[in-house]
């Protein structure tokens, strides 16, 4: 039976070679397209490859006549209304793989960007100034590390934390106990124990609604003085107007940026331009190791479902029921 895969976003060559090599299949990937593209050629796809771009919500999944598979290339599926997929018998599936330890070195790279001021150095040199006492920084060694989020991504980090002699705590109440001491550090049985202890703490959390704006006033109140933040998760974990306010006042010394709670984040972000702020614009992935990766599982996942009835990261595990 021949197939359809529509994927309006840009993916790797290595996933579309894939995806072009296989019999009875027609693949539909022009590229990024604008909304207007998708909504125009989802009624002819039964597969669906997106990135963070496209947002597969009701009104396009209703033009989805015959869709039978969502994957998204990488990890996060806000972007999917996993209700209405469900409703709609819609398997989704993510490709959490590929993007682990890309994801890891960014958030490690934000953490010594923090710790030791690189981007400000760097662009006062630049601007001629020679502002050695200014840029001080401060060690990792020594420093207690809160991980929250102990998946993949988390553990990924608290490895290369080691490296660095951090005392690594992890908060994460999906994990055993034991994965965490295998890996040589505690968890912790509340949120609020690591916040107290930690001097770096780094965010690897999905967006629930228990971690949605975790970061804000109340939590931070119960951090140390001058503690720093990285977040290459996702933005809406983070109150950016708490935050905002908690770095004005010093009370967190710094933070690193990756994921905003709007993608490209508005003007009127409250932490863009702070001098104590590190930001990118959600580099996490962007290797090309890990851009390579995903393609691929994310072709080889559709190409399973599609011709193998095969089905693995699959995100609504109760549509699973109607097949």
Same mark, same amino acid.
């Given at each position: 039976m021949p197939y359809t895969v529509l994927v309006p976003d840009n993916l *790797?060559?290595?996933?579309?070679?894939? %995806? *072009?090599?296989?019999? +009875?299949?027609?693949?539909n990937a022009p590229g990024l397209m604008s909304r207007a593209e998708t909504l125009a050629a989802i009624p002819q796809a039964d597969a669906?490859?997106?990135?963070?771009?496209?947002?597969?919500?009701?009104?396009?999944?209703?033009?989805?006549?015959?869709? $039978?598979?969502i994957v998204r290339a990488g990890v996060g599926v806000d972007n999917i209304d996993l209700e209405e997929c469900t409703r709609r018998g819609i398997v989704v599936m993510n490709a959490p793989d590929g993007n682990t330890i890309s994801t890891a070195e960014h958030a490690f &790279?934000?953490?010594?960007? %923090? #710790?030791?001021?690189? !981007? /400000?150095? +760097?662009?006062?040199?630049r601007e001629g100034r020679w502002d050695r006492k200014k840029y001080t920084g401060t060690e990792l060694h020594g420093k207690v590390l809160g991980i929250i989020g102990f998946g993949r991504v988390g553990r990924a980090l608290a490895q290369r934390a080691q490296a660095f002699g951090m005392t690594e705590i992890a908060y994460d109440p999906f994990v055993p106990e034991d994965?965490?001491?295998?890996? &040589?550090?505690?968890?912790? !049985?509340?949120? +609020? =124990?690591?916040?107290? /202890? =930690?001097?770096?703490?780094? %965010?690897? #959390?999905?967006?629930? +609604?228990?971690?949605?704006?975790m970061i804000n006033a109340e939590n931070i109140a119960k951090m140390k003085d001058g503690v720093r933040i990285v977040n290459a998760a996702r933005? $809406?974990?983070?109150? /950016?107007a708490d935050l905002?306010?908690?770095? $004005?006042? &010093? $009370?967190?010394? &710094?933070?690193?940026?990756?994921?905003y709670d709007t993608e490209p984040p508005s003007d009127d972000n409250p932490l863009l331009g702070l001098p104590n702020v590190i930001c990118t614009p959600h580099l996490g992935a962007s290797t090309y190791e890990a851009q390579a990766a995903v393609g691929v599982q994310a072709a080889q996942q559709v190409l399973d479902a599609l011709f193998k009835n095969r089905y693995g990261n699959v995100k609504n595990k109760a549509v699973l029921e109607t097949l």
């Open positions: *790797n060559q290595a996933g579309l070679d894939l %995806l *072009n090599a296989a019999d +009875d299949l027609t693949v669906l490859i997106v990135r963070s771009s496209t947002k597969a919500d009701a009104e396009l999944l209703a033009k989805a006549e015959n869709l $039978k598979v &790279g934000l953490m010594l960007a %923090l #710790a030791r001021h690189i !981007p /400000q150095a +760097d662009r006062s040199l994965i965490a001491h295998h890996l &040589g550090l505690s968890l912790v !049985p509340t949120v +609020d =124990a690591l916040l107290a /202890q =930690a001097d770096f703490i780094t %965010l690897h #959390a999905l967006v629930t +609604d228990e971690t949605r704006e933005g $809406k974990l983070i109150n /950016q905002a306010e908690a770095l $004005k006042s &010093g $009370k967190v010394g &710094g933070a690193a940026l990756d994921v």
